[in-house]
């Protein structure tokens, strides 16, 4: 039986720079941050607070996001498939930066497990990406993704009617994360059998539900 290849030293030590990176340290922006003509109307203290609470949320997802692509990349054995997942992560850290620094505005903070979140994503990235392959890997991507677009339509619809701030946001968001979600699928995406996505979203029940307190 052959062993999978180890990573090469490189790789581990950009791996674990992009871990310290995005746990502990404030994220910079490539893109300019999204807004919208309207601006952003005064919201009142609960309204500050929903948004808050909903925002946290999304940044978690980043968190998330950031972990699975850094494992994806770590693991396939694919150099093209490789500058796919990081250049996903690149625009995944535009999220990041976007949603902390909206955090910041409405008053409220990062998720204090974010820690957690960063290492079950890495956990899953990594054992899709070599047990199940490449495609299996990108089939896990699709579902992701595509989960996290239904989640942030839910939360443009959840957010306060002025919050033109934090709407451009996840407008933008929800566009990177169905576009991801199909070059994934254009570079060769396997279908994830329906019981793994279940529990896909069953976790990702649980990650929003905790995140949005904690």
């Known amino acids: 039986m052959q062993l999978p290849a180890l990573p090469s030293v490189d790789q581990v030590c950009r791996t674990a720079d992009s871990m310290l990176r995005t746990l502990f340290t404030i994220p910079h922006a490539s893109r300019s941050r999204p ?14 607070a929903h948004a808050g609470a909903l925002m946290r949320v999304n940044h978690v997802g980043e968190v998330c996001a ?10 396939t054995k694919s150099p ?21 620094q909206r955090l910041d505005e409405l008053g409220a903070r990062p998720s204090l497990l974010n820690p957690l979140w960063y290492a079950g994503a ?3 990235g990594a054992i899709a ?8 890997s990108l089939g896990f991507v699709v579902e992701t993704e595509n989960q996290v677009a239904a989640h942030l339509q839910s939360h443009l619809d959840g957010l306060p009617a002025n ?7 996840v407008v933008q968001m929800k566009d990177d994360e169905e576009r991801h979600a199909q070059q994934a699928q254009q570079a060769g995406a396997l279908d994830l059998p329906a ?20």
């Open 35 to 48: 807004t919208v003509p309207e601006g952003t109307t005064e919201l009142s203290a609960a309204e500050k």
């Open 66 to 75: 950031q972990a699975l692509y850094t494992a994806q990349a770590l693991v």
């Open 80 to 100: 093209a498939l490789r500058r796919h997942f990081e250049h996903a992560a690149a625009e995944e850290t535009d999220h990041l930066a976007w949603t902390r």
């Open 122 to 124: 890495f956990g899953l």
């Open 129 to 136: 990406g070599q047990l199940g392959g490449d495609r299996w």
């Open 163 to 169: 919050d033109h701030a934090s709407k451009a946001i």
């Open 195 to 214: 019981p793994v996505k279940t529990l896909m979203t069953l976790a990702a029940k649980v990650m929003t539900t905790v995140a949005h307190r904690i």
